[in-house]
């Protein structure tokens, strides 16, 4: 397909376990984004990579939080010991190069999370 | 600190009626602005986008946005609002990075958007 894919679309899982989240962005994109998007709010930046290089990490919200790109395309969002407050949708967007931040970022339709 | 406020949570407008949705940003300098559309259950998708030069931008779908740096403002209008325009809009800033590395997005807590019959 043309578009970012993430997968699953949607993920239950109860308090305690862990999950992993999956993206593949779309073919050549160097940049690859995770945002956490709450009910009723925007989404927030989790995490970024250009190539398999996680250059930017200061959205995690704990240590529970863990992503790797390891050969720069497909990318994966950990979360150990889910909690509660983890639920929410979880974006992940890419774009095809890294100038100066000015390409715009194409978003997947999400992985909906929710912990019982 | 970058920051986005969307100051309407819900509009509602009638079919055929104009719109314009209102963004004020926060940031030291020219920031890169964006309006993203979202359908429930879907991701964002990308209206239109502003960087430099010319301050209304166009986008797709008959939305545009005018960029004023004196209100720090990037509002979202249609002219004419069609039934399926009903979702949420977002608008978001990137800030310039200087090092050759991407831009996160600093994203409004989006308008939910009516439109009636």
């Known amino acids: 397909g043309a578009g970012v894919s993430q997968s699953p679309r949607y993920k239950v899982a109860k308090r305690g376990q862990d999950v992993a989240l999956r993206c593949d962005p779309i073919?050549?994109?160097?940049?690859l984004f995770w945002y956490q998007q709450a009910l009723g709010q925007g989404p927030e930046f989790l995490t970024y990579f250009q190539n398999e290089a996680q250059l930017d990490k200061s959205g995690l919200p704990s240590d529970r939080f863990f992503a790797e790109r390891p050969e720069g395309s497909v990318s994966t969002l950990k979360i150990q010991r889910t909690q509660q407050e983890d639920s929410a949708v979880y974006l992940c967007a890419s774009s095809s190069r890294p100038d100066r931040g000015n390409q715009p970022q194409h978003f997947g339709d999400g992985t909906r999370l929710s912990i019982l | 600190a970058q920051s986005v406020t969307q100051p309407d949570i819900h509009i509602t407008v009638s079919e055929g009626a104009s719109l314009e949705l209102r963004c004020n940003y926060s940031y030291g300098a020219t920031p890169y602005l964006f309006w993203y559309v979202q359908s429930p259950g879907q991701g964002l998708q990308l209206l239109l986008k502003?960087?430099?030069?010319?301050?209304l931008v166009q986008g797709i779908k008959g939305f545009e946005a005018e960029f004023k740096r004196s209100q720090s403002s990037f509002n979202l209008r249609k002219p004419s609002v069609h039934w399926s325009d009903a979702a949420e809009y977002f608008c978001a800033v990137g800030a310039i990075q200087m090092t050759g590395t991407a831009s996160k997005l600093t994203f409004g807590t989006g308008t939910r958007l009516q439109v009636t019959l």
């Open positions: 502003y960087f430099s030069g010319d301050t």
């Open positions: 073919s050549g994109h160097v940049s």
